[in-house]
């Protein structure tokens, strides 16, 4: 079945550094992507997405781009804030529509 | 700009007891969901909703579980007799097509059982 992998948290950055939390998903036909931010003590905030291969979603910044060679869709940010310290949540919703499917989360720590 | 609204924020209730968790969805929109997140996991689907009638649910969507949709704007998840593994947080979410639009979260309900 359909799959979603992120990188091991905490990551742990200080303000300015260069972000990237890795995802990569297993899925048959073409996934739509999405990323997703959960700040403390919020519900989930659609961040950024990708419907097709070599499609880039961006927003605030963060950037990601859909990798149908690698099966990735790794979340980058040139300088990350302290304003940033979520978790992060990679998704897709299979060709045949309907449900998200989550990756584990990534928990971002920005230390001023 | 429209939202996703969840009542209550935090529900706490007794093992055993019957739970509703309300939404509403977005107006324009036909998808429903609802997922669940235990602390510190993944969030989970549980179960679809189109047309006044259950799209797919998950294996975790027993028939402890219920959904329905009693009006034009509210939609509901009821467990009829709570477990303590029940306690998480609940989020609805809608969209305005199942494929490739995206899902617009609520901020979620916290249901602790007792």
């Known amino acids: 079945g359909n799959s979603v992998t992120q990188m091991e948290g905490p990551v742990t950055l200080s303000e300015e550094a260069f972000l990237t939390i890795n995802c990569t998903y297993t899925a048959t036909g073409y996934p739509s992507l999405f990323w997703y931010v959960q700040y403390p003590g919020e519900g989930l905030q659609l961040l950024l997405k990708a419907t097709k291969a070599d499609d880039k979603g961006s927003n605030k910044g963060f950037e990601a781009t859909y990798r149908k060679e690698t099966t990735s869709f790794h979340l980058e940010k040139g300088s990350v804030q302290v304003s940033d310290s979520a978790v992060y949540f990679c998704a897709l919703i299979g060709n045949q529509g309907g449900k998200l499917i989550f990756g584990q989360g990534t928990e971002l720590s920005v230390k001023p | 700009e429209p939202e996703v609204t969840q009542t209550p924020s935090h529900q706490v209730t007794q093992m055993g007891q019957e739970v509703i968790l309300r939404c509403v969805p977005i107006?324009?929109?036909?998808?429903f969901y609802w997922y669940r997140q235990i602390l510190g996991q993944k969030v989970e689907f549980l179960v679809s909703?189109?047309?006044?009638?259950?799209?797919?649910k998950s294996e975790i969507f027993d028939d402890q579980f219920s959904v329905e949709r009693p009006d034009g704007s509210n939609f509901t998840l009821k467990i009829r007799s709570t477990k303590l593994e029940d306690s998480a947080m609940y989020f609805c979410a809608s969209s305005g097509s199942p494929v490739t639009y995206e899902q617009y979260f609520g901020p979620g309900t916290r249901l602790t059982v007792t």
């Open positions: 909703f189109y047309n006044n009638e259950i799209s797919e």
């Open positions: 107006s324009n929109h036909l998808y």
